[in-house]
């Protein structure tokens, strides 16, 4: 049997120890090095299934050349994913970015369920991310013109939970947004070609029933989970990563509302959740999921805003599809 083993490396004490915590509950045995040289001879002399390091780690390994194995990769930073775009983008194989909170907390949450789908091979599903028994509704859409009608619905129900007021809004911009990248963004044809993203958001579209959006959603008290699924898994790591640097730095961002397709949807839902979780089998199926935490304060939710959590899942993480863009032959699907 493989033992889960997972290279911790943290240089805060108080960190680190939250984090051997965490991972021991996750069942892994952890090795967790507590200066740089002996991180260096770790790496070289011992395998691993995941590694889970503190951005300073990571550059440090990065500084002396040291080349991380095809394994996921969760980097955990204090800094906010807008300013370690620019590196994250370079590295071939990260996969996740768990953000420190306030006061350098990590989110236990977020730690615990990335390191669970891991070591399980199970990336899919919304209730891994809330609290057992808290019940979920399920909804399929077709159709562009009903998707007013979800969104309000998800409205309304967050008032009957008695959320406050900026927590219903951030439920709809998330609830809008993934629905709108599953009707005019998710389709691919025979070709890898997207067959609706050109068209405007006030066009109608008819999806297939074999194509239809699937949105799960429900809340454990302390965070409300949405999901919105697609059956295409036509997104790549690299095409978010892109599509968040661009909108980070501000380019056109009028013409890419204009025209749609371009990445500002997928920004506008990275800004209104805390947590943002995307799940791809490739030319198969991609889920989106938004997190949002509903128990703490406004303060509290405004210290967290800068500290957004992205998640990249993919069932196959050596295929090109995981690390290219979006211009690929579809290849037929098995029975």
């Known amino acids: 049997m ?21 991972l021991t509950a996750a069942g892994c045995e952890v090795v967790a090095p507590e200066s740089f040289k002996k991180l260096e001879e770790t790496v070289i002399e011992q395998q691993f299934i995941a590694y889970v390091l503190d951005l300073e780690g990571h550059q440090h390994l990065t500084s ?36 420190k909170g306030p006061r350098n907390h990590l989110n236990h949450h977020d730690l615990l369920g990335t390191i669970a789908k891991i070591i399980h091979n199970d990336i899919f599903g919304v209730k891994k991310y809330l609290s057992w028994g808290a019940h979920t509704n399920t909804f399929h859409l077709r159709e562009s013109s009903s998707r007013r009608e979800y969104v309000d619905h998800l409205k309304d129900w967050g008032r009957n939970m008695g959320v406050r007021s900026s927590i219903i809004k951030h439920i709809e911009v998330v609830t809008e947004e993934l629905l709108m990248n599953a009707i005019y963004d998710a389709p691919i044809d025979a070709r890898g070609n997207r067959t609706h993203n050109h068209k405007a958001r006030t066009e109608q579209v008819l999806l297939p029933l074999t194509q239809a959006a699937r949105i799960e959603y429900g809340s454990d008290g302390r965070r409300v989970a949405i999901s919105v699924t697609d059956p295409f898994g036509s997104i790549t790591r690299d095409l978010v990563l ?45 889920e989106f999921i938004g997190l949002i935490d509903i128990d703490q304060s406004v303060r509290e ?26 211009n690929f032959q579809v290849r037929k699907k098995s029975a």
């Open 242 to 286: 892109r599509c968040l640097t661009r909108c980070y730095a501000g380019r056109d961002l009028g013409t890419m509302q204009e025209s749609g397709g371009a990445g500002l949807g997928l920004f506008f839902c990275y800004k209104h959740v805390d947590s943002l979780v995307i799940n791809v089998d490739p030319l198969k199926r991609t």
């Open 301 to 326: 939710s405004k210290l967290a805003q800068s500290h957004t959590a992205l998640h990249f899942f993919n069932t196959d993480n050596y295929s090109p599809l995981f690390l290219g863009g979006n």
């Open 2 to 22: 493989q033992s889960n083993r997972i290279l911790l490396f943290d240089p805060q004490r108080r960190t680190r120890r939250e984090a051997i915590r965490i």
């Open 64 to 99: 002396k050349g040291i080349e991380l194995a095809m394994i996921p990769t969760i980097i955990l930073s204090q800094s906010p994913l807008s300013e370690t775009l620019p590196y994250l983008s370079d590295l071939r194989y990260f996969t996740n970015f768990v953000a």
